[in-house]
T-cell receptor, first 113, second 112 residues
Framework: AQSVTQLDSHVSVSEGTPVLLRCNYSSSYSPSLFWYVQHPNKGLQLLLKYTSAATLVKGINGFEAEFKKSETSFHLTKPSAHMSDAAEYFCVVSARVNNDMRFGAGTRLTVKP | DAGVTQSPTHLIKTRGQQVTLRCSPKSGHDTVSWYQQALGQGPQFIFQYYEEEERQRGNFPDRFSGHQFPNYSSELNVNALLLGDSALYLC???????????FGSGTRLTVV
């Protein structure tokens, strides 16, 4: 079985400051890990994915995440927040064996001007 | 290249009725998964279809059933609707590479 825990339900940053959204995972298999973003009344968009290649993964819009097996973490970061980054972010784990994906509860990112 | 298409986009049903939601996967994808996203929550896995069979199921009652057709499209059926079934229902497709899902925009179901 696999699951993810997003450690913060809400994160608020000022525009131009760094973003850190935290995610810990649990998986019986070597996991694939993903971050998705959901803007209000919109569908889910893939930001980035880890599938056993490089542990530092770069995604769209300047986001990146680092897979740390020893800490079972996959935190999402961005050096400088933009107003358009305000959205709900979901960390997702998948066991490669069956491709079943399980979502975290989400972190709402607010960006203040 | 069309992505995942869901229909209808919005639906209002009365408690006790039945509903069918439809999903066409992305070209080249053969696996379809359904998720329920209640307001303010993360998507919850309902079930996954592959080769016209239900391959995995989440913690949802038997009122939730599905089907996959030979062209890989899928339907989600919900019987005896409850007010608590009101949610955004997301369909996601994936292919043989196992690199994650492509999500549709969802069907917003309101049960009154």
């Amino acid at each position: 079985a696999q699951s993810v825990t997003q450690l913060d339900s809400h994160v608020s940053v000022s525009e131009g400051t760094p973003v850190l959204l935290r995610c810990n995972y649990s998986s019986s298999y070597s996991p694939s890990l993903f971050w998705y973003v959901q803007h209000p009344n919109k569908g889910l968009q893939l930001l980035l994915k880890y599938t056993s290649a490089a542990t530092l993964v770069k995604g769209i819009n300047g986001f990146e995440a680092e897979f740390k097996k020893s800490e079972t973490s996959f935190h999402l970061t961005k050096p400088s927040a933009h107003m358009s980054d305000a959205a709900e972010y979901f960390c997702v784990v998948s066991a490669r064996v069956n491709n079943d994906m399980r979502f975290g509860a989400g972190t709402r990112l607010t960006v203040k001007p | 290249d069309a992505g995942v298409t869901q229909s209808p986009t919005h639906l209002i049903k009365t408690r006790g009725q039945q509903v069918t939601l439809r999903c066409s996967p992305k070209s080249g994808h053969d696996t379809v998964s359904w998720y329920q996203q209640a307001l303010g929550q993360g998507p919850q896995f309902i079930f996954q279809y592959y080769e016209e069979e239900e391959r995995q199921r989440g913690n949802f009652p038997d009122r939730f059933s599905g089907h996959q057709f030979p062209n890989y499209s899928s339907e989600l059926n919900v019987n005896a609707l409850l007010l608590g079934d009101s949610a955004l229902y997301l369909c996601a497709s994936s292919g043989p590479t196992g690199n994650g899902y492509t999500f549709g925009s969802g069907t917003r179901l309101t049960v009154v």
